[in-house]
């Protein structure tokens, strides 16, 4: 009688080949937080109308929005950061935008896109001095109009009709509606203005 014995196959490496699957999975992981970033962040995604939301019950009742009015819209539920980040992004929307087109990479979260904005902007660091400088005695009120007048250009009439059209776009809104707004609102303060001179 003969006995048949089975020889076992040498096992790849369990170490690498784990790692070769976990970096398949992360691949497909940062796929999907872009994608779902990217739905978001859309006029309809779910952080731009957390950030309309939030920012119109801010209007409501000044800088700080109760718990009881969170609550009332049920949105008490979603992470305070979250809604910290949604209305940031609504108040910052145009830069916010601009920000991501330029972006290579893109961005998988609104906590991303606040630090890569924030690292991206000159620090202005004018108190602070290295070796061998001498520190600026200034006053606080020379400094403000210092610091203004080191604004970087300004910009002009026609990148903030392109800015405004691409905010309209995005949310959907009549670029005429916002014209008349503003006309209106100018017709209110020059009768302000003409009222107090009178």
């Not at 957390?50 to 920012?55: A, D, H, S, Y």
């Not at 800015?163 to 303060?189: F, R, S, T």
Request: proline letters at 2%; hydrophobic letters at 40%; charged letters at 30%.
């Amino acid at each position: 009688m003969t006995t048949i014995t089975t020889i076992e196959q040498p096992e790849i490496n369990t170490l690498e080949a784990e790692g070769f699957i976990l970096a398949t999975e992360w691949k497909k992981i940062c796929k999907a937080d872009v994608r779902r970033f990217n739905a978001f962040t859309k006029a309809d995604g779910f952080d731009t109308r957390l950030g309309k939301l939030l920012q119109q019950l801010k209007d409501e009742g000044g800088q700080r929005i109760s718990s009881q009015r969170l609550k009332d819209c049920g949105i008490h539920v979603v992470d305070k950061r979250r809604r910290s980040e949604a209305l940031w992004f609504v108040e910052n929307e145009v830069e916010a935008r601009q920000f991501i087109a330029e972006s290579k990479k893109g961005f998988t979260s609104l906590t991303a896109l606040q630090a890569a904005m924030r690292k991206a902007k000159p620090s202005a660091e004018a108190d602070t001095t290295t070796e061998g400088e001498v520190k600026s005695n200034v006053g606080p009120e020379q400094a403000d109009s210092k610091a203004v007048n080191q604004q970087p250009s300004v910009v002009s009439k026609a990148e903030i009709v392109k800015q405004l059209k691409a905010v309209c776009k995005v949310n959907g809104i009549n670029i005429l509606d916002v014209i008349d707004d503003i006309l209106a609102e100018y017709a209110d303060n020059a009768k302000t203005i003409d009222s107090k001179a009178a």
